[in-house]
Nanobody, 123 residues
Framework: QVQLVESGGGLVQAGGSLRLSCAAS????????MGWFRQAPGKEREFVAA????????YYADSVKGRFTIFRDNAKSTVYLQMNSLKPEDTAVYYC????????????????WGQGTQVTVSS
């Protein structure tokens, strides 16, 4: 198993940037595909980005492609989500997740989850 803890959320103005971090403990971090999801109040959890175990497959939601980047630092057992050109519609609780198989786009494909970190983008 792996335990995940997100950090880096906060309040920013539209057009600003944030970098979210997800620190992993337990089994070796590099053995897992990693994903980022977000959930706004009253809405379903939605896919944001994912990265394969071997870093050969990267996926992004159309709504964030070109603005967000997912990457990992295996030495620090941490996966990051760099968020640039933030928009008010990016406001949500952001969750990192881990999978032992493929970096899918569905939440139920990820058995391990962090507690979430709030991102608020003002107009």
């Amino acid at each position: 198993q792996v335990q995940l803890v997100e950090s880096g959320g906060g309040l920013v103005q539209a057009g600003g940037s944030l970098r979210l971090s997800c620190a992993a403990s337990g089994r070796t971090f590099s053995n897992y595909a990693m994903g980022w999801f977000r959930q706004a109040p009253g809405k379903e959890r939605e896919f944001v980005a994912a990265l394969s175990r071997g870093n050969t497959l990267t996926y992004y939601a159309d709504s964030v492609k070109g603005r967000f980047t997912i990457f990992r630092d295996n030495a620090k057992s941490t996966v990051y989500l760099q968020m640039n050109s933030l928009k008010p519609e990016d406001t949500a609780v952001y969750y990192c997740a881990a999978s032992t198989t493929l970096p899918g786009r569905l939440p139920d494909e990820y058995p391990y989850w962090g507690q979430g970190t709030q991102v608020t983008v003002s107009s």
